[in-house]
């Protein structure tokens, strides 16, 4: 599975029992947590979020609604006693905050907390079958947006084809990445005789908060899932570029020009207390356009 | 009005719909909040405080169940656009804490933030009808407990009789605290003649997070109510100890001591699912024992 849920939709002043920014992406049995906005830790558990898989947190940017729930995190894992490492990938000054917040408290955390400060866009994550990277949006503070993207599939072989084409299992491998096999006699046995295409390879954006920028297209491109926020309607289209937020017609666009699969769109603000103008005025643009409700979880 | 309303009454690991400590403190017209911890904006709203109304907010010391919501709030209160002034009244390190988060977010709040360092116990602020004092309890960190008392209430005046003594209006005043008037011929008219007692100055004392120690009970003597934590059951009194938390019964024990009107128990470890216990044994050793409950107000 390759999917995100979220947890929090709303823009910076919670109401109407929608919460700050926080997502957690799915790869597998990996979690991942992306934003940790106030009062995440009790989101996890409405939604039955099993947060000791969470090894990653990503955080966007240091607007508290994207990170005031992540101490109390932190603490609620060393108060369960949690061994595991824990990898926390932000910018720099967050470091310094929560250092300041463990002292004053006298806390030791029971684990081992790695900080990895964003500093420059590209990889910052390599698992087996997917890596992570930042790249930058524009905002009114330094903020990343995040791209998770499964590696190329590998070819799935034929069994049956193995057999007739008497093909050593030790070149195995090497007909998953596409390879041709050939044997003692010079023989060419195409790849595509003995092995199928993998399926593939999917890719998840998360574009923080940020203003209608174009810059976002070329690192979003093809993606088959783009989170983009809109913060207002567009008649605020005003109001959203004054504050480097976007609107649900911008985020529309941004996915329409960057062919993404799927947009869904959410950090809605506070003045709305009912969200169906947003899917309206997205989907005027970008037909497959979807709200980011809480508890609900998107496949990639 | 006098009365404390509860926000929170669980120990710092948030569970069973329980959130961490924060309590308002209503005096008429005057809101206080006393402990903030994370997802009181959110409690607030639940409850409908008028939070526009909380001019002094009161922490008792830097665990962060105890002010983990604290920056959303001051946060948010600059969102909705406060202009008036907010006092903040907690241990050294929360200043510098939260100046790194307001930098970091480049935040220039739209209110006044007035930071007094809590540092030594005595009376930290008086208003006209009310006082209110800090003093030391005995935790793992520095930790303060609150104590809100009403000034003296001033005697009532008996308008028939101050008119059949032919009193002056400009004595009034002071036959308010309780003088006898003597008029020109030597005449001595009693106080008791003209007014009558004012009704009894009441007392609520906040004793957050503490072991047992029977150095509270001289700070905390006669007051009406009494929060004291009860964060275990009897039967886990010496984890009680080690961690510096107190026990249902010990709370007891403390209100029983100190001849207080009546005990409020609360900050509940997150291991009891449910709470019937605490209040059976509180009771045991203390009649007027309760449990406090969230979104629940308590009067003075």
Same mark, same amino acid.
């Given at each position: 599975?390759?999917?995100?849920?979220?947890?929090?939709?709303?823009?910076a002043?919670?109401?109407h029992?929608?919460?700050?920014?926080a997502?957690?992406?799915t790869y597998?049995?990996?979690?991942?947590?992306?934003?940790?906005?106030?009062?995440?830790?009790m989101q996890?558990t409405?939604? +039955?979020?099993?947060?000791?898989?969470?090894?990653?947190i990503?955080?966007?940017h240091?607007?508290?609604?994207?990170?005031?729930?992540?101490?109390?995190?932190?603490?609620?894992?060393?108060?369960n006693?949690r061994?595991?490492?824990?990898?926390?990938?932000?910018?720099?000054?967050?470091?310094?905050i929560?250092?300041?917040?463990?002292?004053?408290?006298?806390?030791?955390?029971?684990?081992?907390?790695?900080?990895?400060?964003?500093?420059?866009?590209?990889?910052?994550m390599?698992?087996? +079958?997917y890596?992570v990277?930042?790249?930058?949006?524009?905002?009114r !503070?330094?903020?990343?947006g995040?791209?998770?993207?499964?590696?190329?599939?590998l070819? +799935?072989?034929i069994?049956?084809?193995?057999?007739?084409f008497?093909?050593?299992?030790?070149?195995?491998?090497r007909? +998953?990445?596409?390879?041709?096999?050939?044997?003692?006699?010079?023989?060419?046995?195409?790849?595509?005789?003995?092995?199928?295409?993998?399926?593939?390879?999917?890719?998840?954006?998360?574009c923080?908060?940020?203003?209608?920028? *174009?810059n976002?297209?070329?690192?979003?491109?093809?993606?088959?899932?783009?989170?983009?926020?809109?913060?207002?309607?567009?008649?605020?289209?005003?109001r959203?570029r004054?504050?480097f937020?976007?609107?649900?017609?911008?985020?529309?666009?941004?996915?329409?020009?960057?062919?993404?699969g799927r947009l869904? !769109?959410?950090?809605?603000?506070?003045?709305?207390? *009912?969200l169906d103008?947003?899917? !309206? *005025?997205?989907?005027?643009?970008?037909?497959?356009?979807e709200?980011?409700?809480?508890?609900?979880?998107?496949r990639?």
């Amino acid at each position: 599975m390759f999917a995100v849920t979220i947890l929090g939709n709303n823009s910076a002043l919670p109401m109407h029992d929608r919460h700050p920014t926080a997502q957690v992406v799915t790869y597998d049995e990996h979690l991942m947590l992306v934003d940790c906005g106030e009062a995440t830790q009790m989101q996890m558990t409405r939604y +039955k979020i099993r947060r000791s898989k969470i090894h990653h947190i990503f955080i966007s940017h240091l607007h508290g609604d994207h990170y005031f729930g992540l101490a109390g995190l932190l603490n609620s894992y060393s108060l369960n006693g949690r061994k595991d490492d824990l990898h926390l990938y932000a910018s720099p000054p967050l470091m310094e905050i929560l250092h300041l917040q463990f002292q004053a408290a006298n806390t030791e955390l029971t684990y081992h907390l790695h900080f990895h400060p964003l500093t420059a866009e590209g990889r910052i994550m390599e698992e087996k +079958k997917y890596t992570v990277d930042c790249f930058p949006v524009t905002h009114r !503070i330094a903020c990343w947006g995040f791209l998770f993207r499964e590696k190329e599939k590998l070819r +799935k072989l034929i069994p049956e084809k193995l057999k007739e084409f008497a093909i050593p299992s030790n070149f195995y491998s090497r007909l +998953k990445t596409g390879e041709d096999y050939i044997d003692r006699d010079g023989n060419v046995i195409l790849n595509d005789w003995v092995a199928r295409p993998g399926g593939q390879a999917r890719s998840y954006a998360f574009c923080a908060d940020t203003k209608y920028e *174009e810059n976002i297209i070329e690192r979003v491109k093809g993606v088959n899932l783009l989170y983009h926020e809109s913060t207002y309607l567009d008649d605020l289209r005003e109001r959203a570029r004054l504050r480097f937020h976007s609107t649900a017609k911008e985020a529309a666009t941004i996915a329409l020009k960057a062919g993404v699969g799927r947009l869904l !769109i959410g950090h809605f603000s506070s003045k709305y207390e *009912e969200l169906d103008e947003f899917q !309206i *005025e997205a989907e005027r643009v970008f037909a497959n356009s979807e709200l980011a409700l809480e508890g609900v979880t998107y496949r990639v």
